[in-house]
């Protein structure tokens, strides 16, 4: 029993200490601050992984571009190609037909382009 009244005698001291203590807001201020600097630590773990998803997210952005840069080139170049064979075997029918003789049959093939 004496161990008993012991310790509910220290809790009721522990207890009427808190009570008529009066609270320090400024050391509740600085203890809260403190855990939000302490939160913003990174360790080496999480450095590590942030360096690493930053590489992932840069070559993500980088390989985006470079695909765009190409899929243009190719489309412009698949155009230009094509321009030039239209012309090609448009020369091609005025020479063999002979269509510089007689304007209107050069415009009536033109008209079918």
């Known amino acids: ?8 005698g220290a809790a009721r001291a522990n207890i009427q200490s808190t009570q008529s203590a009066p609270r ?5 201020v600085r203890e809260r601050d403190s855990l939000k600097v302490m939160q913003l630590r990174l360790n080496l773990q999480w450095k590590v992984l ?9 070559i993500l952005l980088g390989s985006t571009y ?20 239209q ?10 037909h002979d269509y510089f003789s007689s304007p209107a049959d050069l415009l ?5 382009w």
């Open 87 to 96: 012309v090609v075997t448009v020369a091609r029918r005025a020479q063999t």
């Open 108 to 112: 009536q093939e033109l008209s079918f």
């Open 66 to 85: 470079l695909h765009g840069l190409i899929t243009k080139s190719l489309s412009e170049e698949y155009r230009y190609n094509n321009a030039i064979r």
């Open 24 to 28: 320090d807001w400024g050391a509740a």
């Open 1 to 8: 029993m004496r161990v008993r009244s012991t310790f509910l």
């Open 50 to 58: 942030l360096l690493v998803a930053g590489t992932i997210a840069a």
